[in-house]
């Protein structure tokens, strides 16, 4: 398994004790990022919970590639992960495809759409782009609800449950809750594992720079819309592998994974966590959905709670959960 | 006579009812160092962007080592061999010294490259480094760039300019905010640069211009009011008029 | 297909495109003058109709609700601005977004709690009922007044930032903020009454449209999106180009509703994205504040 190597630690921080803390974690966070998901449905109080947080910890992460590295907000996230959910859905129910080449297909649509909405939004200045996003997003959304043959409009696409995964010599029973975990677990950390080489190419770099400085980007030589728009389909690609995973968890794809509340939560949950960090998007999504799960035992109106977090996060903790804990281990 | 490296003829720039720049035309020949100055609003700022590729002129061409540069996209400017530093310092806030450096180094390896370790590029790290420490800021590498010193962050801005090894160097106010003794540094560090690049400053402080430049030009409500030696601009009597009574403290 | 049929529908597109000019509207206002984007404007329609339906309720007044649902609402608008909204000047532009974008969320379950989940109908006024021979055919009172009510906001609009002195300082301080503060003007509390103007106008489009939609806490959902769509193709920032814009898809969609009534609202995300392929700071885009 490759090892990411640390950024060079500074001198000027070696007097912190946490330090070597921060760079172990972001050294080996492939690794504990694995563990922790191991571990996850044994922690938490129901495996319904864990499988969710795998799901939209992905999601997270996708968004965060877009939002928290590149520094560009889209509202429109939604259609990758409902787009790919869509297609696996459809590529079963429609073609007959079996799991792995509807998986494909979901991911390569959740792309295509990336690559379109994003050639589209990203030409735009600014503060515009969340939304056109938005906006672009809903077209989608109310595509869909119309091609109700193909989509099952209001009432979801249904009909396409996948029972069993079979590999070469061994195949995993998707109605075991746990083999069915850790079947998503195993696609979520390839996923993550790209996405931490990812952040850590050049590449990487150069959307970092384009969110610090867009214009000095542009200066230094970086070609800033292609590479904004390249950001752009790697986060829908990731958020629609997320939406193919959803679509085999639950077999049933409901038409508000399109809608812009969906792409609402992803921002939620990036933001909670921790936008612009490795462990953020997790973090965020166990949160939320955590929260979800108790604030909902109290009240069906656990939103407005969830929402006024939101908010304080928003006013008082801009760095979210893991990224508030990061910046205080920085001071000595 | 060598050809100039850098040619504007009769360049200008108007923004809807304002006419920032009018008909400027100049040559810029190879291993000087220029000086731009004028009063505030002179269009120096709007010149200087024309120079670095921010803006279209709305009228006039500019030719850099014979090439004519319409139509070039701005990222391409420091691929030809113009960068330039800003009046405003404007660099990556969150990321370390080293890193802003080193990130502006990596725009010369063009590949599309999302997989690599970019700690693995030793020849971009190594150049940052080298850059760093050619303006000072070696033992700063580590240091995140808004918690710099403000002088820190001005020779970083260089920097990031610099280590783009630049044919034609524009330095934008490069001592701005800066007290004498930092400015001393900064005259020293300009002459170093001076000895392989061409290089094009805005500046107001008059003394160090006058004991910097091969050259000045004045610039007044956008349009070139003087263009000469420093003895030449200095006793200019249009110069003096424009200039009386507008001295800051280092001049 | 009659000529009489295509004129009903380009005058129902003029009077649907008014309510669109008027959720549009207060989303321009703010964003040209402020340069934030309101996450909460579907929310604050929906607000407004709600503030509209009891105060109509509480008076037995629809004129009431029309009148004083603004005042209040904006008047809460005023207090976002000024307790949620302030801390964040000087931040990420996304900043503002992200937090208006929460509150419309708790904006609606608020309501839900307050109003109940269900559609609450509210009946048009009985001085509005009715219908009108306009020649080529009947049209709805009631749309007429809309529309009526819609142009004299925007020539209230017009006439308050072109010929008044409050007006001046409005579009110099969009302009050039910093300058505003230096010639002493209280840019915090102009920017205050912008942001409460901004609502006001929205929830009174809340009002206008109740009759018409049903009432319902989602009933701003989609009227966020709308306005995105009429702000992007008429140019942010520009009130003409949002009445253009208005316009524009209000006749889209009901000419479309002539031939494939389920295509309507899609027509609307379509056109935009058509128009942003050619223009992508839309129709009349001009350059954002601070830029």
Redesign the interface.
């Known amino acids: 398994m490759t090892i990411t190597k640390a950024p060079t630690l500074p001198a000027a921080m070696a007097g912190d004790r946490f330090a070597p803390i921060l760079a172990g974690l972001s050294r080996w966070r492939v690794p504990l990022s694995l563990l922790a998901l191991c571990v996850l449905p044994w922690v938490l109080p129901s495996q319904a919970l864990a499988v969710n947080v795998l799901i939209y910890g992905l999601v997270a992460v996708g968004y965060n590639l877009l939002f928290g590295y590149t520094g560009l907000l889209s509202f429109g996230h939604a259609t990758f992960f409902g787009a790919g959910a869509y297609t696996t859905g459809m590529a079963i129910s429609h073609f007959g495809a079996n799991w792995f080449v509807a998986m494909v297909a979901g991911v390569f649509i959740a792309g295509l759409l990336a690559l379109v909405m994003g050639a589209l939004a990203i030409r735009t200045r600014g503060i515009y782009f969340a939304m056109v996003t938005l906006a672009l997003s809903q077209l989608v959304y109310y595509t869909a609800l119309q091609a109700s043959s193909w989509t099952g409009g209001e009432n979801g696409l249904r009909g396409f449950t996948v029972s069993q995964l079979d590999f070469p010599g061994f195949s995993v029973n998707l109605l075991d809750p746990v083999e069915k975990y850790y079947a998503i677990m195993v696609v979520v950390a390839l996923a993550l594992w790209f996405v931490s080489r990812i952040l850590n190419s050049p590449f990487g770099a150069v959307i970092e720079a384009i969110r610090e400085n867009e214009t000095r980007a542009r200066a230094c030589g970086y070609n800033v819309e292609r590479t904004k728009l390249v950001a752009f389909v790697l986060s829908g690609l990731l958020c629609g592998l997320a939406g193919t995973l959803s679509a085999m968890h639950l077999a049933i794809v409901p038409l508000d994974s399109l809608h812009y509340h969906t792409s609402g939560l992803m921002v939620m949950m990036t933001l909670l966590g921790g936008a612009g960090t490795f462990f953020g998007p997790f973090v965020g999504a166990l949160a939320f959905l955590s929260m979800e799960d108790v604030f909902s035992l109290w009240t069906s109106h656990w939103q407005i709670i969830v929402g006024s977090i939101f908010i304080i996060f928003v006013l008082y903790l801009p760095r979210g959960i893991w990224g508030t804990l990061m910046a205080l281990g920085r001071r000595p | 006579m060598t050809a100039p490296i850098l040619s504007v003829r009769d360049v200008g720039k108007q923004f809807g009812g304002l006419v920032a720049l009018k008909g400027v035309t100049a040559d810029f020949h190879a291993g000087q160092i220029t000086a731009i100055i004028g009063p505030n609003g002179a269009g120096k700022s709007t010149f200087f962007n024309i120079l670095?590729g921010?803006l279209r002129p709305t009228t006039g061409t500019m030719r850099f080592q014979g090439a004519d540069m319409a139509g070039v996209?701005?990222?391409?400017?420091?691929?030809r061999g113009i960068?330039?530093s800003?009046q405003i310092t404007?660099?990556?806030?969150?990321?370390?010294a080293?890193?802003n450096v080193?990130?502006?180094a990596?725009?010369?390896?063009s590949?599309?490259?999302?997989?690599?370790?970019?700690?693995?590029?030793a020849e971009v790290s190594e150049k940052a480094a080298a850059t760093l420490a050619a303006v000072g800021l070696a033992?700063?590498?580590?240091?995140l760039a808004r918690n710099l010193a403000h002088g820190q962050q001005r020779a970083l801005e260089i920097a990031?300019a610099l280590v783009?090894d630049p044919v034609l160097l524009l330095l934008d106010e490069p001592t701005a905010g800066m007290g004498p003794e930092e400015t001393r540094e900064m005259v020293g560090l300009i002459e170093k640069l001076a000895s392989s690049r061409t290089i094009l400053l805005v500046e107001h402080k008059m003394k160090m211009i006058l004991g910097l430049s091969d050259r000045v030009l004045v610039l007044h409500h956008g349009e070139l009011l003087a263009d000469g030696t420093p003895a030449e601009i200095q006793a200019n009597p249009e110069v003096r008029r424009v200039y009386l009574g507008q001295s800051d403290g280092y001049a | 297909m009659t000529v009489g049929l295509i004129a009903m529908q380009l005058f129902s597109g003029l009077a649907l495109g008014a309510i669109l000019i008027m959720v549009a509207l207060g989303l321009s206002i703010i964003f040209g003058m402020l340069g934030i984007v309101n996450f909460a404007h579907g929310a604050l329609f929906m607000v407004g109709a709600y503030a509209g339906l009891y105060v109509a309720s509480l008076t037995g007044s629809f004129w009431w609700g029309l009148l004083l649902a603004p005042l209040l609402i904006g008047a809460f608008g005023m207090l976002i601005e000024r307790f949620l909204i302030r801390p964040l000047y000087g931040r990420s532009p996304d900043d503002p977004l992200l937090l208006t974008f929460g509150l419309g969320y708790v904006l609606v379950e608020a309501v839900r709690i307050l109003f109940g989940t269900e559609g609450i109908p509210f009946s048009t006024p009985a001085e509005l009922r009715g219908v009108v021979n306009l020649g080529f055919g009947v049209f709805p009172i009631y749309r007429l007044f809309v529309v009526g009510v819609v142009v004299a906001v925007l020539v209230l609009l017009w006439v308050g930032l072109e010929k008044t002195k409050f007006g001046l300082i409005v579009r110099a301080g969009a302009a050039d903020p910093t300058i505003m503060r230096v010639l002493g003007v209280d840019i915090d509390r102009l920017w205050l009454v912008i942001f409460g103007i901004g609502v006001a106008i929205t929830a009174l489009g809340g009002v206008l449209a109740a009759p018409m939609r049903n009432i319902n806490p989602e009933m701003g959902t989609l009227v966020l999106a709308e306005a995105f769509v009429v702000t992007v193709i008429g140019g942010m920032g520009s009130l003409g180009g949002a009445v253009v814009a208005g316009l524009l898809v209000g006749v889209a969609i009901s000419m479309t509703s002539l031939f494939a009534p389920e295509m309507a609202t899609i027509v609307m995300f379509a056109l935009m994205a058509v128009i942003l392929l050619v223009r992508p700071n839309g129709l009349y885009g001009r350059a954002l504040p601070g830029q």
Request: proline residues 4%.
């Open positions: 670095s921010a996209p701005q990222h391409q400017y420091v691929h960068a330039r800003y404007n660099i990556f806030p969150h990321l370390t080293h890193e080193r990130v502006a990596q725009a010369f390896r590949r599309f490259d999302i997989w690599t370790d970019r700690a693995r590029l033992d700063k590498a580590g240091t990031i783009a």
